[in-house]
């Protein structure tokens, strides 16, 4: 069964370093998406992805977040500059079609510890 | 007003027994809904869309009241296996989906 895949599975990072997610999406999906868990609480929307660009993001993506899809399988997700409070799970999910039209299928995720 | 609200629990039951879990949405706009289902530490995971109509899948039944902005999930014969925390997920304008913070349950042999 195809599946979402997210490497590395925890890192561990220093306040103000930059650091890259990595999501490789099930292979026909047109979709795509971040989210985050912040520990004990509720997954939140960062960000989703069609076409090659962004097509809707939250407040909480802000300039020290971007995303890219740089080759035809991978999709990233990069923090410039991580704080403490960047320290969650954070989800990379691709689903075939938009909203709720099709199931959005969500990676094991990366736990991300910022000290 | 939290987007989606749940009654966190835990909710504690005996195997062989059937639970409900309720949920609300503060958006009347809400387009798609769905109950997720996630493990310790693991991914949310799709456990049922829910329509208007009802529906049922197995053990589990949900059903959504638009004019209330209500959706519930019940679960029937309740196994140690459905220990697992609920999220009730609605989907508003574009492809994000907007979470509530999940119910827990607990099933006791």
């Known amino acids: 069964e195809p599946e979402v895949t997210q490497t590395p599975s925890h890192q561990v990072t220093q306040m103000g370093q930059e650091v890259i997610l990595r999501c490789v999406p099930i292979?026909?999906?047109?979709?795509f998406y971040w989210y985050r868990q912040i520990l004990g609480q509720k997954v939140e929307f960062l960000v989703s992805f069609y076409n090659n660009e962004i097509s809707e993001k939250s407040e909480i993506f802000d300039d020290q977040f971007s995303v890219e899809r740089p080759d035809g399988s991978n999709f990233t997700l990069k923090i410039r500059s991580t704080k403490l409070e960047d320290s969650a799970m954070y989800f990379c999910?691709?689903?075939?079609?938009?909203?709720?039209?099709?199931?959005?299928?969500f990676g094991p995720g990366t736990r991300l510890t910022v000290l | 007003r939290k987007e989606v609200e749940q009654d966190p629990g835990p909710f504690n039951v005996p195997e062989g027994a059937t639970v409900a879990f309720n949920c609300t949405y503060s958006n009347s706009a809400s387009q798609s809904f769905f109950w997720y289902r996630q493990d310790c530490r693991k991914e949310p995971k799709l456990l049922m869309s829910v329509y208007s109509s009802g529906n049922e899948d197995g053990r589990f039944t949900a059903q959504l009241n638009r004019a209330s902005q209500y959706i519930s999930l019940l679960i029937r014969d309740s196994k140690l296996s459905d220990s697992a925390t609920y999220l009730c997920?609605?989907?508003?304008?574009?492809?994000?989906?907007?979470f509530g913070a999940g119910t827990i349950l607990r099933v006791k042999s």
């Open positions: 292979s026909n999906h047109l979709y």
């Open positions: 999910a691709s689903s075939l079609l938009a909203g709720g039209l099709s199931e959005q299928f």
């Open positions: 997920v609605v989907t508003e304008y574009g492809n994000k989906l907007v």
